[in-house]
C-alpha cells in the first residue's frame, strides 16, 4: 500500500481512525502499513489537510468532512445508550465495564432460558456425579443429561470431561 493509496482511502472515508483505515492489510504487514499511515497523517495534520477532531482514540477528518460524516463513524453503546468512537473496527461496547454487563445479562438470560437459577453455581454432589456417569453409560445425551439434573449443558460436558480425565 502506497501513500498515494492510504491518502485515496483517507478521502473516501472522510473521517478515519489508524484502525479503519487497516482494515483489509493483510496481517503479515500491518506493522509496517501502521507507521507509514501514522507518518502520513503526521505530515497532513502539519500542512492543514487533516484535522484530529478526537484523542482517544484518535479520530481524523478531511478538511471537506461534514457533521453527519462524522456521525457516520460515531456508534452508541447498547448498554448505557453513550455515544462513542471505536478504537477498533469491531468494537461493540463504549468501555469494558459495559462488555462486561453485556455478557453478564446474556449469561443470565441463557441460564433463565434453560431453566437454571441466575447466579447459581452449585457445587456437584456425589448422587449426581453418579447419575451423569450412569445416565452417560446408558447412551442418553449430554442435554438430556443437562435436562435431567438441572444443569445447563455446557456444564454437564466440564463435568464429564474432567470427571474422565480429558480436562484437569
Not at 63 to 68: C, G, I, K, S, W
Not at 135 to 153: F, H, M, P, S, V
Amino acid at each position: 500500500m502506497t501513500e498515494g493509496q492510504i491518502w485515496q482511502k483517507m478521502l473516501q472515508k472522510k473521517v478515519f481512525t489508524i484502525g479503519t483505515l487497516m482494515a483489509d492489510v493483510p496481517p503479515a504487514i500491518k506493522p509496517y502499513i501502521k507507521e507509514k499511515i501514522k507518518s502520513l497523517i503526521t505530515g497532513q495534520l502539519k500542512l492543514g489537510l487533516i484535522r484530529q477532531i478526537n484523542t482517544n482514540p484518535p479520530v481524523f477528518a478531511v478538511r471537506d468532512a461534514t457533521e453527519e460524516d462524522i456521525e457516520k463513524l460515531l456508534r452508541t453503546c447498547p448498554i448505557c445508550k453513550k455515544q462513542f468512537f471505536p478504537s477498533q473496527f469491531t468494537q461493540e461496547f463504549c468501555s469494558p465495564d459495559c462488555r462486561k454487563k453485556h455478557y453478564q445479562r446474556y449469561h443470565e438470560r441463557r441460564r433463565a432460558k434453560e431453566g437454571m437459577k441466575v447466579g447459581s453455581r452449585r457445587r456437584w454432589t456425589q448422587e449426581e456425579i453418579q447419575n451423569l456417569l450412569f445416565l452417560k453409560e446408558k447412551g442418553y445425551t449430554y442435554e438430556e443429561i443437562a435436562q435431567r439434573l438441572g444443569r445447563t449443558t455446557f456444564a454437564v460436558v466440564e463435568k464429564y470431561k474432567q470427571l474422565k480425565g480429558v480436562r484437569k
